[in-house]
């Protein structure tokens, strides 16, 4: 079955802690990207990653990290986190060099205090 | 920079016609996505066009007019399994290829 595997679904964390929210796909994808959904602002990019060892900002990469050192594994990486991060995140991929139908992991509800 | 414009908030009766737009103020992208997103859940792909014109799929067509810097989603038969938020979304061409959703309708289908 196509997925896009994220983990945890869940995670309350304190200021400053290093977190890690993993993501995996199985379809072989080159295109792998992380957004977060805040209400009232829908689905904002943070990176994306168009290959192995090719990543890049998308709207809102500030307080992130991300890399991609497989293929179908696309980790984010939040050093240092503050409550303005507390959001509901998904990861996604889909094929590169064109526009196609993006699969969307379940989600990572993220709370920062 | 990339926007896509939605109404926040439409309501239609079940067994309706529903049409919700996007306009946007981007160039220089592959084609104009559609998604649904129920409550709690993940977003699902429903619609893409590439060209201009109408592409149907079953229930749901959408709309792509370059030239005007528009599309439309349009949901037939309405059922209340379609109370959901419904997003645009663009993939940049190029080099560079970022995503930019619209801030999604939030659709409530009533008896």
């Known amino acids: 079955e196509a997925q896009v595997t994220q983990n945890p679904r869940y995670l309350i964390t304190v200021t400053g802690k290093k977190l890690t929210v993993t993501c995996s796909q199985n379809?072989?994808?080159?295109?792998m990207s992380w957004y977060r959904q805040d209400p009232g602002l829908g689905l904002r990019q943070i990176y994306y990653s168009m290959n192995v060892e090719v990543t890049d900002k998308g709207d809102v990469p500030e307080g992130y990290k991300v890399s991609r050192k497989e293929k179908r594994n696309f980790p984010l990486i939040l050093e240092s986190p503050s409550p303005n991060q507390t959001s509901l995140y998904f990861c996604?991929?889909?094929?590169?060099?064109?526009?196609?139908?993006?699969?969307f992991g379940q989600g990572t509800r993220l709370t920062v205090v | 920079g990339q926007s896509l414009e939605q109404p926040s908030e439409v309501t239609a009766v079940e067994g309706a016609i529903v049409q919700i737009n996007c306009t946007y103020q981007t160039s220089g992208f592959y084609g104009l996505s559609w998604y649904q997103q129920h409550d709690g859940g993940a977003p699902t792909f429903l619609s893409y066009?590439?060209?201009?014109g109408l592409e149907e799929t079953g229930r749901f067509s959408s709309f792509l007019s370059r030239s005007d810097s528009y599309g439309y989603l349009l949901l037939q038969e309405l059922q209340m399994k379609d109370s959901a938020s419904y997003f645009c979304a663009v993939k940049k061409s190029g080099g560079y290829q970022k995503v930019t959703f619209g801030i999604g309708t939030k659709l409530q289908v009533i008896p």
């Open positions: 996604a991929s889909s094929l590169a060099d064109r526009d196609t139908e993006a699969f």
């Open positions: 066009n590439a060209l201009d």
């Open positions: 379809m072989n994808h080159e295109y």
